[in-house]
């Protein structure tokens, strides 16, 4: 293990070539996955993603390659390129930004942590709003493992377009870019109550349920305990499961709830229609239409089906 070091696999989307050979490890052996000077895209990453590993290893020595590596990768992907597609780009971006997600999860005292992640949000939320056709491929990326950091970076992404189509971008460019971040640590505490993030919230055993439903509660509070944390992302965790009726965990109704929270929760839903149930884009839009009536706000669900329709996703 001491000639290794842990990469996380998020971080390797995309078309650019790597300057390191990449291993997995079995068996407690490291095996060779990917070859330095080959890339990691099409059966490489599908193959990747079936056997849901959240890690590879490099060599200890090629770690500063690697990190130029990265560097390269994302600021290429943030740079608008005929060269380089709209959905390689924000496929290597979702990846980023699910890595920088992962590391404020695993480390959520870490100012360290929480600035890089604050910075990452505010290029997400600027990127998307000058290419808001990047909303597709984030949107149609697939989550097959129910990764945590994978979901948040999504519902980052349909809580900025609900946020643009409502006109929100000019007025509240800092509350969104928190709202951004909140998103990709919404669901934070499940990293750490051992719930199986495989099945449904409604389909958990009774005590699974009752653990999964104090989970905005304990992460709001894991999270108070450092006070970098912007408000707007303490809200955001604390209220992203919340219903207009007041069927949410704090029973909040529609007057108690501000307007992002909404858009989040809205957002949430969505994502978790796709996830869990498998629904085409458009599948999911209806069903969120039909059964989350009342319970959602409605002007947010009409921004989402704009910003879907205006991506050209439905």
Excluded: W
Aim: net charge neutral; aromatic share 8%; proline share 4%.
């Amino acid at each position: 293990m001491n000639q290794y070091i842990a990469i996380r696999v998020s971080t390797l989307r995309g078309d650019l070539k790597i300057p390191f050979n990449a291993y997995v490890q079995v068996a407690g052996k490291f095996i060779l996955f990917c070859r330095e000077g080959d890339s990691f895209e099409g059966d490489r990453l599908e193959r990747l993603k079936s056997k849901k590993l959240k890690k590879m290893y490099i060599p200890e020595e090629q770690i500063e390659v690697y990190k130029s590596y990265i560097h390269q990768n994302v600021e290429n992907a943030y740079a608008k390129s005929k060269e380089k597609s709209v959905e390689v780009r924000a496929q290597v971006i979702h990846g980023a930004l699910q890595a920088t997600a992962e590391d404020l999860i695993d480390d959520p005292e870490s100012f360290a942590h929480y600035t890089v992640a604050l910075e990452a949000a505010k290029k997400f939320k600027a990127f998307l709003q000058v290419e808001p056709e990047a909303l597709k491929p984030i949107v149609e990326l697939t989550n097959p493992d129910f990764n945590i950091s994978h979901h948040g970076v999504t519902v980052a992404a349909l809580a900025l377009a609900i946020a643009c189509e409502m006109n929100l971008n000019e007025s509240r460019p800092m509350e969104l870019e928190a709202m951004a971040l909140g998103c990709m640590i919404h669901d934070i505490e499940n990293s750490y109550n051992n719930i199986n993030l495989s099945v449904p919230p409604e389909k958990l055993t009774k005590a699974e349920k009752i653990i999964y439903e104090k989970h905005t509660f304990a992460a709001h509070e894991r999270l108070k305990k450092s006070d970098f944390y912007d408000p707007v992302i303490l809200d955001v965790v604390a209220k992203h499961d919340e219903k207009l009726d007041g069927s949410g965990p704090r029973k909040l109704k529609e007057r108690d709830l501000d307007q992002i929270s909404m858009i989040v929760a809205t957002a949430n839903a969505f994502d978790k229609l796709i996830m869990y149930e498998k629904l085409p884009v458009k599948e999911a839009l209806k069903k969120l239409l039909i059964d989350k009536m009342g319970l959602l706000n409605l002007n947010c669900m009409k921004a989402l089906q704009s910003a879907l329709k205006k991506c050209g996703t439905i």
